[in-house]
C-alpha cells in the first residue's frame, strides 16, 4: 500500500513539474504575460511544496527499505562518511571518532581491544551509499571531513611509541615497525604534527640505520628515509630534523650507497627541508651538494628531477651558489640540458648560477650562448625561454666579447627581437635589455 502510495505522489509531482516548465517558458517567451500566468505559476509550486511536506523528515526514507548495511551500528543511521575501524567493522567517521574520543580502547561491535585508532575510509561502502541515494532521488547524508589533526587520541600515541620502541628490538621488529611508520606518517596528518612531540623521537627512529649506510637492510633504509621525507611535510618539524644532528649525515649517506627509491626518497627530503630559509645554509655546509650533484648526473629520471629540485632551492642563496659552482654544477647541468634533459628544473638552476661571478666564466663559451639562443627560438615554454634570456643577460653584461657572439646571432636570426615583442615581462625586459646593450656596444650594428 505503502509502495503504491508513493508510486503515485512520485507521478503527481512529475507532472507538476512538467506544468510548470510550461508556465515558466510562457513567462519567459512573452513580453506581455497576464496575471493569470503568474498566479497558475504560483499555484503549482504551492502544490508540490504540499508533496514535499507530505514526505517523511529526514532522507525520505523508510528504515525497512535502506540496507543495514549502510546503517552506523552507532547511531542506527545512514552514513555520511564510512569509515573501517583496526577490528575492520565499518562506522560512521563522527560516531566512532566521539567514541575513542572518549577513551575507549575497544571496537562497540567485537569488544575487540584495539591495536590503533586510525580510521580508513571504506570507498566501496561510500561509493554504494552514493549509488543507492541517487537511484531513489535521496540527497546524499553529509559528508564529514578528516579531523584537522590539531589532537591525536591517546591510543594512536600508544601505538606510535610502541612503533619507536620497535626500533631497538629485532631486525623483523624494526622492518615491520618502519613500514608502518611511513604508511602513517604518508596518509595521516596528525601523525606527523605529533611525531616530534616524543622524546628523542627522531634519533629513536633513526637508530636501526648504522654509520654505514652499505650494512643496513635495504628495505629498513628506504622505509625510514621515506618516513623523514614523510614527516618534512609539516611545517613545524622542518627546524627539528634539519637541526638533529643524525639527519642531514643520514640522508647524504642515503643519496651515496642507498637503492635508487632510497636515493630518490633522500634527495626529495632535502628539497622538502630546504623550503626553510635556515635549513639551506645547513644542509649547504653538510656535504650536500656533492650526493645532489652526483644523483643529478646518473640519468634516472625521477631521482634527478628530485635532486634539481633540491639544488633549486639551496641556490636561492648565494653561499650555496658558489658551492656548487667550485664542484662542477654548471658543466653538469649544460651537458644534460645539451643532452635535452629535464631542460625547464636545469634551465632554472642555470638562471640562478648565473648571478654568481665564479660561473659566469663557463657559461661564456660562444657555443654554449648559440644553444641557449637555439633553445628560445625552439621551445614553446615561456619559464624556458625566461631562463634563457637571463642566463645571456647575466654572462653579457660581464664580458663585450660574448655581447658579440649574441649580437652576430641577433643580426641573422632576431631571435631576441621576437622575445622582446612576445615574451612575459620578466622575458621582455632581460631581451630588450641585451638589446639595448648591442646598441650602446656598437652602434653601427642593426638589430630588427
Not at 144 to 159: A, F, S
Not at 418 to 428: K, M, N, Q, S, V
Request: charged share 25%; proline share 4%; aromatic share 4%.
Amino acid at each position: 500500500m505503502a509502495e503504491k502510495e508513493e508510486t503515485a505522489a512520485a507521478g503527481e509531482e512529475t507532472e507538476l513539474k512538467k506544468e510548470l516548465q510550461r508556465v515558466v517558458k510562457m513567462i519567459l517567451e512573452e513580453g506581455e504575460y497576464g496575471i493569470e500566468i503568474t498566479i497558475e505559476a504560483i499555484r503549482i509550486l504551492s502544490c508540490l511544496a504540499e508533496l514535499k511536506l507530505k514526505k517523511p523528515v529526514g532522507l525520505g526514507i523508510d528504515d525497512t527499505v535502506l540496507p543495514e548495511k549502510f546503517k552506523c551500528p552507532l547511531s542506527g543511521e545512514i552514513m555520511g562518511d564510512p569509515v573501517v575501524l583496526a577490528s575492520g567493522q565499518t562506522y560512521d567517521r563522527p560516531h566512532i571518532q566521539k567514541w575513542l574520543n572518549e577513551g575507549n580502547l575497544t571496537c562497540p561491535q567485537t569488544k575487540q581491544v584495539l591495536s590503533h585508532s586510525i580510521l580508513t575510509p571504506n570507498c566501496l561502502v561510500r561509493e554504494l551509499i552514493s549509488q543507492w541515494c541517487k537511484e531513489r532521488g535521496i540527497a546524499l547524508p553529509k559528508s564529514y571531513q578528516d579531523i584537522d589533526g590539531e589532537t591525536i587520541p591517546e591510543l594512536d600515541r600508544i601505538y606510535l611509541n610502541s612503533l619507536l620502541e620497535k626500533m631497538s628490538s629485532s631486525l623483523s621488529d624494526q622492518k615491520e615497525a618502519a613500514k608502518e611508520l611511513r604508511r602513517l606518517t604518508k596518509i595521516t596528518p596528525s601523525y606527523r604534527a605529533v611525531f616530534c612531540e616524543f622524546t628523542d623521537a627522531i634519533s629513536r627512529l633513526l637508530s636501526p640505520l648504522s654509520e654505514s649506510m652499505v650494512e643496513s637492510d635495504p628495505d629498513l633504509q628506504e622505509n625510514l628515509i621515506t618516513t623523514i621525507l614523510n614527516l618534512s611535510i609539516h611545517g613545524n618539524n622542518k627546524k627539528l630534523i634539519a637541526e638533529d644532528p643524525v639527519v642531514i649525515p643520514l640522508l647524504i649517506e642515503s643519496m651515496k650507497f642507498g637503492a635508487i627509491e632510497t636515493r630518490r626518497n633522500a634527495a626529495a627530503a632535502i628539497f622538502s627541508l630546504s623550503t626553510r630559509h635556515s635549513n639551506k645554509f645547513i644542509i649547504g655546509n653538510s656535504g650536500a651538494p656533492v650526493p645532489l650533484l652526483q644523483l643529478l648526473c646518473e640519468g634516472h629520471p625521477l631521482a634527478m628531477k628530485d635532486a634539481a629540485s633540491a639544488i633549486f632551492n639551496l641556490c636561492i642563496v648565494s653561499e650555496n651558489k658558489a658551492k656548487f659552482t667550485e664542484i662542477g654544477a654548471v658543466k653538469v647541468i649544460l651537458q644534460k640540458i645539451k643532452d635535452g634533459v629535464i631542460v625547464d628544473e636545469l634551465l632554472g638552476i642555470l638562471a640562478l648560477l648565473s648571478t654568481h661571478h665564479n660561473a659566469i666564466d663557463e657559461l661564456g663559451e660562444p657555443d654554449t650562448l648559440r644553444c641557449l639562443l637555439q633553445i628560445i627560438k625552439d621551445s614553446g615554454s615561456e619559464r624556458t625561454k625566461e631562463n634563457c634570456v637571463a642566463i645571456l643577460y647575466n654572462v653579457c653584461s660581464k664580458d663585450l666579447t660574448l655581447l658579440m657572439v649574441i649580437s652576430a646571432e641577433e643580426i641573422q636570426k632576431h631571435t631576441l627581437a621576437e622575445l622582446a615583442d612576445t615574451g612575459t615581462t620578466r622575458a621582455r625586459r632581460k631581451a630588450s635589455g641585451i638589446i639595448a646593450k648591442i646598441h650602446k656596444a656598437f652602434p653601427t650594428v642593426h638589430t630588427a
